[in-house]
């Protein structure tokens, strides 16, 4: 009788009957995870350990062990860069524009580094994040390294995942197989390539906070703010309270901001969707108060984080100051 594969183990542990079946540890986690990535792992057993995965619901071990992973796996292993924040942009499926991208320029324009990456998304009917910043000419690395040099010269730079850990890709690629996404969509979010001391997480299920706040909290990361985000990236919805989970400092709390107006109803899913768009929105051309809204909170987030001491209103207060003193000729 052949023996079981190595991978086996892995998949045993986790679809083992109702009351034999258990948690994987970090460490667990992470050689299951470096197997897959590694292409040491057959496509069923893959596919089956993701769906079980998700099928008992992932713990905050298991991500970190699989974010471990993946770190292992980076085509430029060695290579750093001293940035600020850590921006990542994992949400395959824009019904809105990304107006988040212009919160990140204005805040790149404040003197923060932003290391901002992700999967290119879907582009027939949404509007993916990558047209958006070709348009507004922020450099987009064919990797890491290259990132780096250019984060010399521009404080915000774009780096694709497949260009720094192709076979976390290739897992992304799994969804419309397997009918539903899997921990690689969640922990990708959780990467941070460089190690920024600060890093804004949009999520789009609430329950998925606390998830990422346990990874995050596993994995060291110094500081974070994780909150609904709009359209699951980070994007602040002005129209509704925020209930933000927060590490500061390595320890864990909250933050409750207000709501930014008193309009309850805009349609994010009938904006016209061109990149274009955007442009236009920095150049005062569009009277859209909401978007406007989102722009300024999502900023305001950035500057909180990067400064503990402002207080809430502040922090809105110097966010809406920089978007009205932005250069409307910039991209003419």
């Known amino acids: 009788m052949a023996a079981d594969h190595p991978f086996a183990e892995y998949v045993r542990i986790l679809g083992k009957g109702p009351k034999m079946w258990r948690d994987l540890s970090f460490d667990e986690a992470r050689k299951a995870m470096t ?15 993701l769906l079980l995965l998700r099928r008992k619901g992932e713990t905050g071990e298991e991500l970190a062990g699989m974010v471990a992973a993946a770190r292992d796996q980076f085509l430029d292993p060695a290579v750093t860069a001293a940035v600020d924040f850590d921006w990542p942009s994992y949400a395959d499926r824009h019904r809105q524009q990304p107006w988040f991208i212009l919160a990140a320029l204005l805040l790149a324009d404040q003197g ?27 450099p987009i690395a064919p ?22 850990c192709p076979s976390l890709q290739d897992l992304f690629e799994l969804r419309p197989m397997l009918g539903v996404r899997t921990a690689v969509n969640t922990f990708g979010r959780d990467l941070n390539p460089f190690n920024a001391p600060y890093q804004l997480q949009g999520v789009f299920h609430p329950p998925y906070k606390d998830l990422h706040l346990q990874t995050l909290k596993v994995l060291g990361q110094k500081n974070s703010f994780i909150f609904k985000g709009g359209g699951g990236e980070v994007q602040r919805n002005p129209m509704k309270p925020v209930h933000m989970d927060v590490i500061r400092e390595g320890e864990i709390t909250s933050l409750e901001w207000p709501t930014m107006t008193d309009q309850s109803v805009y349609r994010w899913r009938e904006e ?15 009277d859209l108060p909401v978007p406007e809204l989102a722009i300024i909170g999502t900023l305001a987030f950035a500057l909180k984080q990067a400064d503990n001491s402002l207080p809430i209103g502040e922090a ?5 100051s920089i978007w009205k003193s932005r250069d409307k000729q910039r991209f003419s």
């Open 272 to 286: 016209d969707l061109e990149p274009e768009q955007i442009v236009r929105m920095w150049q005062g051309e569009l």
């Open 143 to 164: 990797s890491l390294a290259t990132a780096a040099d250019q984060l010399e010269e521009s404080n915000l730079v774009y780096v694709g995942l497949e260009t720094f």
């Open 35 to 49: 197997m897959v990535l590694s292409g040491s792992a057959d496509p069923l057993q893959i596919g089956a350990y």
């Open 316 to 320: 809105e207060e110097r966010a809406r």
């Open 112 to 138: 923060y580094r932003i290391l901002m990456h992700g999967i290119a998304g879907y582009a027939e009917g949404y509007a993916p994040t990558r047209p958006v910043l070709e348009r507004l000419k922020v």
